[in-house]
């Protein structure tokens, strides 16, 4: 099958087999400042690669994994071409970025932050978000996830659900923290 043919197949596929999924899309890019007029052609691109790397041996379904490559990849690589601002959430979501100026204050604060964290986070947490610093500091790759997964020895479903807990976690703890020194 000829690019250009697999091309309107899956932009068909896509549309008419999961329109509110294209929908969500649609209005996500949107959002993220995509133009209208680039946001199908985006879709479909997400879908080819999604249909060219999907593997159902790592416990997703491909929908699933449409969105990762939207989020993670694509986009992304979209905000680069069009200097677009990348505005996809990080793997430490919530959790100040402790690197910086030792002498500024606000990172003097973040360090602060992120010990608060360590201290009161569950230890598989803690492990897992050290992972995340860690594989940040060696790489520069788009596919974090995989590779936290991957050091860890978990699945991606895991590191996903992983990188929810320690979210919501943090959220959690960043609020009390933040009523403890007001």
Same mark, same amino acid.
């Given at each position: ?8 197949t899956t932009s068909s596929v896509i549309e ?9 899309? &649609?209005? &996500?890019?949107?959002?993220? *400042? ?19 790397? &999907? ?10 994994? $449409? ?11 979209? *905000?680069?071409?069009? *200097?677009?601002?990348? =505005?996809?959430?990080? $793997? ?7 690197? *910086? %100026?030792?002498?500024?204050e606000s990172a003097g604060g973040a360090m %602060? ?9 569950? +230890?598989?947490?803690?492990? &897992?978000?050290? $992972? ?34 320690? +979210? =919501? ?14």
């Amino acid at each position: 099958m000829t690019r250009a043919k697999a091309e309107t197949t899956t932009s068909s596929v896509i549309e008419a087999h999961y329109p509110n999924q294209y929908k969500r899309m &649609f209005g &996500f890019l949107g959002s993220s *400042g995509v133009p209208e007029n680039e946001r199908h052609d985006l879709i479909n691109d997400t879908w080819l690669k999604t249909m060219e790397t &999907f593997d159902p041996a790592k416990g997703i379904d491909p929908i699933q994994w $449409a969105w990762w490559l939207l989020q993670r990849n694509i986009l992304p690589a979209y *905000g680069r071409r069009k *200097g677009i601002r990348d =505005r996809q959430l990080s $793997a430490n979501d919530g959790l100040p970025d402790p690197a *910086g %100026e030792e002498d500024d204050e606000s990172a003097g604060g973040a360090m %602060e932050i992120v010990n608060y964290l360590k201290a009161h986070l569950p +230890r598989d947490l803690v492990v &897992f978000m050290d $992972a995340i610093c860690s594989v940040k500091a060696k790489t520069h790759s788009e596919h974090i996830y995989a590779e936290v997964a991957g050091s860890l020895k978990v699945s991606m479903k895991e590191c996903r659900n992983r990188v929810k807990r320690l +979210r =919501r976690a943090s959220l959690k703890l960043l609020h009390q923290w933040e009523k403890k020194t007001s």
